[in-house]
Structure formats: structure tokens, C-alpha cells
């Protein structure tokens, strides 16, 4: 859909790319600040959940708690979206990520909390209780 490019998601850190396609632009033709979100959030996601944490499971799923996001200028052509953990606890997951032009120059940045879940089984989405306490 969006057509993130996952290039590395490894150790508390996780790299993705996008470029940017008319249909995903404002009316001021650059990317628009929900896609940037959308790429920060899967980025920090990613970063929150990577392999090779030996007090984390691979099989162990996030979802966000919150997010704030500051831009700094507009999101054109080829970008890169860099995640990485900065504290994790049993249940909680606190996030950085960042979004760099081709040039290298950031774009957009976000910190975000995200809570550790189990993982769906095999096969994908399930109904959640409607409490959904866990």
C-alpha cells in the first residue's frame, strides 16, 4: 500500500525507506504528515520488537501508546527512516525515530511508547476482547 521498504531491523534498531509517489502527497506536493507518521511509527515499531533482545521474544508484537512528531522540512523523494529503542521495561517499549532526505538532512523526528503484546497466531488478525485489558 504505502511501499515501505524494510532494508535492516536488528538489536533495538531498524532502518526503512520510502519514496515518495504523487498519491502519497499533500496539495503542496511532498509527502503528507500522515504517511511521515505512518513510516516514523513502523520504524519505531520495528525498532521496539527487533531481534537479538535477549529479554524479548521474537514472537511478541507492539502496539503504540503515543507519539509525538516534529517536522522540520518537506518529505520529497527517496527517504530513510531510522528507529531505534532507548529503554525498554517487562510491558513498555519508549522509542526515537527519524526521517532523512536523500541528502541527509532530517526530516521529520518522533519519540513514541509502545506496549509489548502477544503475538497473533499463525494465519494473522484475530478479534481483540472488547476490554482489550491485556
Do not use: W
Amino acid at each position: 500500500m504505502l511501499g515501505f521498504e524494510l532494508i535492516s531491523f536488528d538489536a533495538g534498531r531498524s532502518e526503512l525507506a520510502l519514496t515518495v509517489r504523487e498519491e502519497l502527497t499533500n496539495s503542496r506536493n511532498m509527502a503528507h504528515g500522515g504517511v511521515s507518521m505512518t513510516l516514523l511509527d513502523v520504524a519505531m515499531a520495528h525498532a521496539a520488537r527487533s531481534p537479538n533482545q535477549a529479554d524479548q521474544p521474537d514472537s511478541h508484537g507492539v502496539v503504540t501508546i503515543e507519539m509525538k512528531t516534529t517536522f522540520m522540512r518537506p518529505a520529497v523523494g527517496r527517504l530513510l527512516c531510522r528507529g531505534h529503542l532507548v529503554h525498554r521495561t517487562a510491558s513498555m517499549a519508549f522509542c526515537e525515530g527519524s526521517i532523512f532526505d536523500d541528502a541527509g538532512a532530517i526530516v521529520a523526528q518522533a519519540s513514541g511508547t509502545f506496549k509489548y503484546v502477544r503475538a497473533l497466531p499463525p494465519g494473522g488478525k484475530r478479534h481483540l476482547p472488547l476490554d482489550a485489558s491485556e
